[in-house]
């Protein structure tokens, strides 16, 4: 019984329309497999190139997503101007500060065109200075502190870490430490386990 104005079975190999090209030479095809994942075929593809599970994930280049959005394969993006903004926020917040992306260094193979870090920013002409990367709390007071986690182990703990701690006297001045946790455990470096400590003023405390 038809649940709609239109309603359209999937065949045993769950195409169901197929659109074509004025030549016949292109297709894509619609269907929904036994699973309930909505399927987008290419041409003569035996694997779907889109995909929308029953569990609402959706995939671009893979028919088996385990996130909201899963992409294999490159992205590339820009406007006009020749550049792109991704902004990420987070379920409980709009300011995209509990939010964040993480870069996965892959095994490369030797003539491998690909950078051999996980990720590199390269850019910049002439001989002024030109920060290629700002990190910077938008907090003020007396305590506020940014900073880096370093660390080289797979349980994920970073025992190194370079902070930035505002001290509250305007301006955004403090101090920047340069940290090491010698704690064996799984937590990672914080100002407390600062061993060098160069203050606003320039003096150096080690």
Request: net charge negative.
């Amino acid at each position: 019984v038809p649940k709609g104005n239109l309603q359209v079975k999937s065949d045993s190999a769950h195409r169901a329309i197929m659109i074509e090209e004025n030549s016949s030479n292109e297709t894509y095809v619609l269907g929904v497999n036994a699973s309930g994942d909505f399927n987008i075929f290419n041409s003569g593809d035996t694997t779907p190139n889109f995909v929308i599970t029953d569990g609402d994930n959706v995939g671009i280049g893979t028919e088996t997503p385990t996130v909201p959005l899963q992409v294999q394969g490159n992205i590339s993006g820009g406007n006009a101007a020749g550049s792109m903004l991704l902004d990420l926020k987070s379920v409980n917040s709009n300011t995209g500060h509990d939010a964040g992306i993480r870069f996965y260094k892959q095994n490369t193979l030797k003539g491998s065109a690909s950078p051999d870090v996980a990720l590199e920013i390269n850019g910049g002409a002439g001989t002024d200075l030109d920060p290629l990367l700002r990190i910077n709390k938008n907090v003020d007071g007396d305590g506020s502190a940014t900073g880096i986690l370093i660390g080289a182990v797979a349980a994920g703990q970073s025992k190194g870490g370079i902070f930035f701690e505002n001290k509250g006297i305007s301006s955004g001045r403090g101090s920047l430490h340069f940290c090491s946790d010698n704690t064996s455990d799984t937590s990672d470096a914080t100002i407390a386990d600062a061993r060098m400590t160069i203050i606003d003023g320039g003096n150096v405390g080690i």
